[in-house]
């Protein structure tokens, strides 16, 4: 009878190898269980409070930010550059004038140096136009935000602040040239602009001043008669 000889032992890398194929894949329960948790990570990520303060700034925060760079902008060029000039010429600048004539643009053109027209020019195109701008931006930022009910005339407020920048820019321009050279036409043409920047400069302070105070009352009056009230639209 004949014997069958025991076989040798496996190699412990086969069994290791052996090991590896039967292991068992991930079960689809587990799959399935996975896939919701990240959606759900991912749709929370994505679904956060655009009123949180902490993810964007709030209009009303960059609204304030404009009125105050404005503000400092104004005192700069209007509170500080421009008299120093009138100090420094002995009369008024156009630029602080609301009508002026010839007689008045000959007097200032006599009492003005080569000096004073380059400091008065570079005024113009540094604080000029950076108070031009933000003046202009934040008065039409003002009426968007807390304007009137209103929307023709929200909309009037709005346009006319923002003309305050083409028109400030240009008065600008023609004050340097008026001062330059002679003629009766260029300084009618520049007081008439200069009338208008002075009326849309109006219009951008009541934006401004006005507008937020009535709001505010009326924002008052509103939560007075009614606890509940939350002042969301």
């Known amino acids: 009878m004949m014997r069958t000889e025991p076989s040798p032992p496996a190699s412990p890398i086969i069994e290791s190898m052996s090991r590896k194929r039967r292991r068992p894949s991930q079960s689809p329960a587990r799959k399935n269980a996975a896939a919701p948790q990240r959606a759900a990570a991912s749709q929370s990520t994505h679904d956060a409070d655009p009123n949180d303060t902490r993810n964007n700034m709030s209009p009303r925060s960059f609204v304030i930010a404009l009125v105050v760079a404005a503000a400092v902008l104004t005192w700069y060029f209007h509170g500080n550059a421009l008299p120093q000039l009138h100090k420094a010429v002995g009369a008024v600048l156009p630029d602080h004038l609301f009508w002026f004539d010839t007689a008045t643009v000959d007097g200032i053109r006599s009492a003005m140096t080569k000096d004073h027209h380059v400091l008065l020019s570079g005024a113009h195109m540094s604080a000029g136009m950076l108070f031009t701008v933000f003046a202009g931006a934040a008065g ?68 401004v001043i006005v507008l937020p105070v009535v709001w505010f009352i009326t924002e008052f009056r509103k939560r007075w008669n009614d606890p509940n009230y939350d002042g969301a639209k």
């Not at 407020?157 to 004050?175: D, T």
């Not at 340097?176 to 009618?188: H, K, N, P, R």
């Open 140 to 207: 039409a930022a003002v009426a968007a935000l807390v304007g009137p009910a209103n929307k023709a005339l929200k909309r009037t407020l709005i346009w006319a602040c923002l003309a305050f920048i083409p028109v400030g820019i240009a008065s600008h321009i023609m004050i340097d040239e008026m001062l330059s050279a002679s003629g009766a036409t260029l300084v009618t043409a520049t007081a008439v602009v200069g009338l208008i920047r002075w009326v849309l400069l109006a219009v951008i302070a009541v934006c």
